[in-house]
């Protein structure tokens, strides 16, 4: 089961969504973000920080917070987890040196107590970044357009719950 099929069965009635994308350093998340948004992805440099992208789609308002997965900003990850929605783990699947790490740092998330309320908490993307980094990216967004297709549409003059 997808994500945003989960994702949909959580919040159907509510219109917003905030999902964090984490991952190891290198491992595609912001090209990933930036290819399904149609940015140019021929300049991008590590992420120091985060980055956020808000998409429409059927009436669905996407908060997706890229943050930075260098060793050294790791420890900030749960900074971000209050009110999230989701979370999509980025995996470079070049990266076999590194395979042991992103799957440690995952298992740790999955136990971290702000995200045990969701109730299915991770999709993964696997990401050969120097390998296929164009036709790769094109993948990932046609497949979480994909999921997305699965949200359902809201009625029209429908008020948001509150």
Same mark, same amino acid.
């Given at each position: 089961m997808g994500l945003l099929t989960i994702l949909k069965k959580?919040?159907?009635k509510e219109r917003e969504l905030r999902l964090l994308m984490l991952g190891l350093d290198n491992a595609g998340k912001t090209t990933i973000l930036k290819k399904f948004n149609g940015e140019?992805?021929?300049?991008?440099?590590p992420t120091l920080g985060?980055?956020?992208?808000?998409?429409?789609?059927?009436?669905?308002?996407?908060?997706?917070?890229d943050v930075g997965g260098q060793k050294s900003l790791r420890s900030y990850w749960r900074n971000y987890f209050e009110s999230?929605?989701?979370?999509?783990?980025?995996?470079?699947?070049?990266?076999?040196?590194?395979?042991?790490?992103?799957?440690?740092?995952l298992q740790s998330l999955l136990v971290e107590e702000d995200l045990s309320g969701l109730q299915s908490p991770s999709s993964r993307f696997t990401n050969n #970044? /120097? !390998?296929?980094?164009?036709s790769l990216a094109a993948r990932?967004? #046609? /497949? !979480?357009?994909r999921h997305l297709r699965l949200l359902p549409r809201p009625k029209e003059g429908g008020r948001k719950p509150g």
């Open positions: 959580m919040k159907q140019d992805i021929d300049t991008i440099s985060f980055n956020i992208k808000t998409l429409e789609h059927r009436g669905f308002k996407l908060n997706i917070w999230t929605d989701g979370l999509i783990w980025v995996v470079d699947s070049a990266d076999r040196q590194r395979m042991k790490d992103c799957q440690r740092e #970044r /120097e !390998l296929f980094r164009r990932l967004g #046609r /497949e !979480l357009r």
